[in-house]
Each structure stands twice: as structure tokens, then as C-alpha cells.
């Protein structure tokens, strides 16, 4: 029985210490989780993007054929993109104020 009170003694006194470790440990585990978390959703914004441009680039060649060759190319897909962008953002912002 005295054992057991020792025992009690100890855990009290590490208590705060063990309290203070084990929110440590789960805080570094929500961080990890919230940076992966990112990371993924970074990855798809990335991948998102990549394919509107390839959906923009593939459109612009089959309407304009040859058009990849002009020096304003890049410019145009940039606008074009810049546009669609433009057009999403202000829908979201119409829906949010609906």
C-alpha cells in the first residue's frame, strides 16, 4: 500500500511535466499535420493550375493554328488564364453574398 502512495507521489510531481510534454507532443503532431495538410492542398492548387493552362494552350492552338510560334503567345495564354481566374473569384464572390 505504500508502495502505491509513493508511486502516486512521484506521478503528482511529474505530473505538470508530464502534462506539459504530452501537449508538446500532440502540438508538434497537429503542426506536422496541418504543414502536410498544406503541402497537400498546395500540390493540387499547383496541379489545378497546370491543367488550366494546358486546357487554355490546347484551345488557343486549335483555334489559332500556328499561334505558339508568335512572340505575344505567352502573353495571351497569361491573359487568358488571368481572365478565367478573374471570372471564378468574382463568382465566388457573388455566391458568398447570396
Same mark, same amino acid.
Given at each position: $500500500?505504500?508502495? #502505491?502512495? &509513493?508511486?502516486?507521489? &512521484? =506521478?503528482?510531481? =511529474? %505530473?505538470? &511535466?508530464?502534462?506539459? =510534454? +504530452?501537449?508538446? !507532443?500532440?502540438q508538434r503532431l497537429t503542426d506536422n499535420d496541418l504543414l502536410e495538410s498544406l503541402k497537400n492542398q498546395e500540390i493540387k492548387t499547383i496541379s489545378d493550375e497546370q491543367r =488550366?493552362?494546358? $486546357? ?9 493554328? #500556328?499561334?505558339?510560334?508568335? +512572340? %505575344? ?9 488571368? #481572365?478565367?481566374?478573374? !471570372?471564378?473569384?468574382?463568382? $465566388? ?6
Open positions: $500500500m505504500f508502495e #502505491n502512495l &509513493k508511486i502516486k507521489e &512521484k =506521478l503528482r510531481k =511529474l %505530473s505538470p &511535466k508530464f502534462a506539459w =510534454l +504530452s501537449f508538446t !507532443k500532440k =488550366l493552362e494546358a $486546357m487554355v494552350r490546347h484551345q488557343l492552338i486549335e483555334e489559332f493554328p #500556328n499561334i505558339e510560334n508568335t +512572340s %505575344s503567345y505567352e502573353l495571351l495564354v497569361d491573359a487568358v488564364i488571368h #481572365n478565367i481566374k478573374s !471570372k471564378q473569384l468574382q463568382a $465566388m464572390d457573388d455566391a458568398d453574398k447570396d
